[in-house]
């Protein structure tokens, strides 16, 4: 009887070791960075790839830029814009934050990589090159969040997180952020929660009260306006990986790279869109599926939130007002030390 209990006990104290073993290993990160329940969101700063990332780095992220001051969110939720505002996102006149080509090329060769990373963006394996191609690269000016997703065991694991602004993004042709560059994983549209709980390595002015969701655009974006973050002024620029940047737009505001001001008021509200045809379209891009009430008789296969009103996040007091903070959701509370509402 005494042998028998003795080895219970081993057995026991062999699982509870092994238990231990796998609680502390997380693909490199710290306990502390570990997404432990479903409510859970994962504090992404640039540069970093984080556990399982889909390829290794395609593009570089940008340390130091400031969310601007109108972009916050107010004590319904977090701000949310359309992916065509003018001055939503930033980048380099003449300067390509992320490499199409090579995401590209590390897919075709990594088959099983490719058609989960394909799936999870609604496409078929075939149609990476054309779809990936169409994409245009931007910098995010906020802190976004967004459903990221690692490859793990043949599969993407879906990592609910918010992405520090800096970081290197493809967008769509309605101005939704699909890849994260530093290491190409598939993005999709954030899970809203209910009391989230934010994790992972928070950067110094990480506040709840900065981050953004970006919805699609109701139309296709044939000119984006980028807010320069080197020089504080606008530029257009068209999409896709072969898009080419136009020339400056006002004047230079008193900002620097690092701390960007607010920019002027944009030269009109929206960028030009297409026009489309008399008729809907009956032959969709990757990633799109039919649509009647679309301008062009398509929209983006993962779905869309709801229509919002645009308010410019990159608008200072003399612009926006005071108390402009743009629109926002009301389906969370933040619970990450800071004051305010959270995604």
């Known amino acids: 009887m005494e042998s028998r209990t003795a080895g219970m006990a081993f057995r026991i104290v062999v699982l509870l070791v092994v238990a231990g073993v796998l609680g502390s290993c997380g693909g490199g990160s710290s306990k502390s960075a570990a997404v432990q329940g479903h409510s859970e969101v994962t504090a992404e700063p640039v540069s970093s790839a984080g556990a399982n990332p889909f390829t290794g780095a395609v593009g570089s992220d940008t340390a130091g830029v400031k969310p601007p001051a109108g972009a916050t969110g107010g004590a319904g939720g977090p701000a949310t814009y359309k992916g065509n505002m003018p001055g939503l996102y930033g980048g380099t006149r003449n300067h390509h934050s992320c490499d199409a080509e090579k995401l590209i090329t590390f897919l075709e060769q990594n088959p099983g990589k490719a058609a989960a990373w394909a799936q999870t963006l609604g496409i078929q394996t075939s149609q990476i090159r054309d779809y990936v191609t169409g994409l245009t690269a931007v910098v995010l000016r906020t802190d976004t969040r967004v459903t990221n997703h690692g490859y793990v065991n043949g599969r993407a694991n879906p990592i609910q997180a918010v992405l520090e602004a800096g970081t ?125 009430s679309s301008s062009d008789g398509c929209s983006p296969q993962t779905g869309t939130h709801e229509t919002t009103t645009p308010v410019c996040p990159d608008a200072g007091p003399a612009v926006c007002g005071d108390t402009s903070t743009g629109t926002s959701t009301h389906q969370s509370t933040g619970n990450s030390g800071s004051s305010g509402q959270s995604p």
């Open 168 to 292: 290197a993004v493809l967008v769509d042709r309605y101005g939704r952020p699909v890849v994260k560059c530093y290491c190409g994983n598939p993005l999709t549209p954030p899970e809203l929660l209910t009391s989230p709980t934010y994790t992972g390595q928070r950067w110094a002015d990480f506040d709840t009260t900065h981050i953004t969701i970006i919805e699609t655009s109701t139309t296709i974006i044939n000119v984006f306006t980028i807010y320069d973050l080197s020089t504080g002024k606008l530029y257009t620029k068209t999409p896709g990986a072969n898009g080419t940047d136009g020339p400056y737009t006002g004047a230079p505001s008193s900002g620097t790279t690092n701390a960007p001001a607010p920019a002027p008021a944009p030269p009109s509200t929206t960028p030009p869109v297409q026009t489309g045809t008399t008729g809907p379209s009956t032959s969709c891009p990757p990633g799109e599926v039919p649509d009647p």
